[in-house]
């Protein structure tokens, strides 16, 4: 089993920034890609962005292009997201997801992934 930690939510202005950490623990030597996903008050859980052990980085290019990126820090079983700019539209709970799938390609679809994390607050106000 992995267990995930997210940190680092809260309450932003429009235009701010926010970095928000997963730490992993458990049998992290399983992992291999890592991701964010979010989830605002009724609308589906949404791909934000996921890296490989590797290094490799995928984002949902519609919605967070340019504005968040994805680090990851294997030897501290950690994943970031750094958020600038934020958006009132940003605004949703935030989940870590790992999964064990060997595969190269990036998954970023909800039920590709093995373990998540218990969610953090992003809430952006005007």
């Known amino acids: 089993q992995v267990q995930l930690v997210e940190s680092g939510g809260g309450l932003v202005q429009t235009g701010g920034s926010l970095r928000l950490s997963c730490a992993a623990s458990g049998r992290t030597f399983s992992m291999n890609h890592m991701g964010w996903f979010r989830q605002a008050p009724g609308k589906e859980r949404e791909f934000v962005a996921a890296m490989s052990w590797s290094g490799r980085r995928t984002y949902n290019k519609e919605s967070v292009l340019g504005r968040f990126t994805i680090s990851r820090d294997n030897a501290k079983n950690t994943v970031y997201l750094q958020m600038n700019s934020l958006k009132l539209e940003d605004t949703a709970v935030y989940y870590c997801?790992?999964?064990?799938?060997?595969?190269?390609?990036?998954?970023?679809?909800?039920?590709?992934?093995?373990?998540w994390g218990q969610g953090t607050q992003v809430t952006v106000s005007s």
């Open positions: 997801a790992a999964t064990i799938d060997v595969g190269t390609a990036i998954p970023s679809k909800v039920a590709d992934y093995d373990y």
